[in-house]
């Protein structure tokens, strides 16, 4: 069982629209999490993080944390073109590494 | 980039050759990581370094050495590289529980 596994997408969503992300964790020692973006041929970019259960606002951008369930969720709330991206779904486990999901490819049609 | 800094950006290079790529970094991070990128599977984490001399091995290792002899430079060096090590290879630094700083990335190809 891979670390971090998240929706292999691609994912495309009409502007204007909300973008839901998923992310599952396998260690439940997991303590920290985190949602990079990465744009084709660019390097990755944190946009979110969030380290206690609910859910945490930044903008159009909502990351929500379940450690019950041990499951991640970015919610992109009115989409825009300049959004497509992948998006990669990060944890750490309160040590030096953070594991990365494979990530979940983003395209809004304008 | 956060004055993390990447080189070579490309290189080509032969199966059996040995190949060191360099990462540069202005902000006095402890902490600098490897990852290798490909399709499907994301970021993996190849070695990491909490400080100078101090290094760790990651999930993908098997190939790859590091040596961290400053602060500031953090250098990946594949033995004798193989096709399987063709990839995308970025340096980060930072505190992985709060926030890690890309480089810009090295395209390498093996043939």
């Known amino acids: ?110 | 980039d956060a004055g993390i800094t990447q080189s070579p950006r490309h290189k080509v290079t032969e199966t059996g050759t040995p190949v060191t790529l360099r990462c540069h970094q202005t902000e006095n991070h402890r902490y600098m990581y490897w990852y290798r990128q490909d399709p499907g599977h994301g970021l993996r984490l190849i070695h990491y370094s909490y400080g100078v001399k101090d290094t760790d091995k990651g999930e993908v290792s098997d190939g790859y050495s590091v040596s961290r002899s400053k602060t500031e430079d953090f250098l990946l060096t594949l033995e004798s590289a193989t096709s399987s090590q063709t990839s995308v290879y970025f340096c980060a630094a930072g505190r992985a529980e709060e926030k890690l700083f890309f480089g810009s990335g090295t395209q390498l190809s093996v043939l």
């Open chain 1, 1 to 110: 069982q891979k670390e971090v596994e998240q929706n292999s997408g691609p994912l495309s969503v009409p502007e204007g629209a909300i973008a839901s992300l998923n992310c599952t964790y396998s260690d439940r020692v997991s303590q920290s999490f985190f949602w990079y973006r990465q744009y084709s041929g660019k390097s990755p970019e944190l946009i979110m993080s969030i380290y206690s259960n609910g859910d945490k606002e930044d903008g159009r951008f909502t990351a929500q944390l379940n450690k019950a369930s041990q499951y991640v969720s970015l919610l992109i709330r009115d989409s825009q073109p300049s959004d497509s991206a992948t998006y990669l779904c990060a944890v750490n486990r309160n040590d030096y590494k953070l594991s990365f999901g494979a990530g979940t490819t983003v395209t809004v049609r304008a």
